[in-house]
């Protein structure tokens, strides 16, 4: 019994040392910004949305009405209320960084406007990892909920 408990907890062990080192390689800064005038492409993992391209990662763009920079500064108030933070910003593109709690995983979220079409074009992607279990798409559905509140 005592050798089952033992295996048990260094299988625990193991898992968190893991976690912690893939905490660790999520602070390494990753390839951010635009790339053609859009966000660029989720790389061929489940763990990144993004409104720009039509593929298995696809999430819709947020829609608004108001005013351009009414939204703009609306879509920033958000993403700072929903946990982000601004990490750059300038006219027509914001990156924020969203850190989980216990192993301090950093995400990436980021945001196009696109003036001509009313949309704000966003991405949302894990640094590390290959599944995160739909976090990023809940992440978004999240900032959409909120955004339609405040506009």
């Known amino acids: ?18 976690l912690f080192l893939f905490s660790l390689t ?21 763990n990144c949305v993004c409104s720009e391209w039509k593929s298995y990662a696809y999430i819709a763009p947020l829609d608004y009405s108001i005013a351009r ?4 500064q609306s879509i920033r108030q958000v993403i700072e209320e929903t946990g982000g933070a601004v990490v ?3 006219n027509d593109y914001l990156h924020a960084q969203y850190t989980s709690l216990v192993f301090r995983f950093i995400d990436d979220v980021e945001l196009r406007l696109d ?6 074009h ?3 992607s894990s ?20 955004f339609k509140q405040v506009n």
Do not use: F
Request: charged share 25%; net charge positive; proline share 1%.
């Open 115 to 120: 003036e001509n079409h009313k949309l704000i």
């Open 26 to 46: 999520s602070r390494k800064p990753v390839e951010t910004g635009m790339k053609n005038s859009q966000l660029r492409v989720c790389l061929k993992s489940s």
């Open 88 to 90: 750059m910003q300038n």
């Open 122 to 124: 966003i991405r949302s």
């Open 1 to 18: 019994m005592k050798l089952v408990a033992y295996i048990v907890l260094i299988l625990i062990l193991a898992i968190c040392l893991r």
């Open 127 to 146: 640094r590390v990892g290959h599944s995160d279990l739909g976090t990023n798409r809940r992440r978004v559905e999240s900032i959409r909920a909120r």
């Open 69 to 72: 920079d009414q939204a703009w």
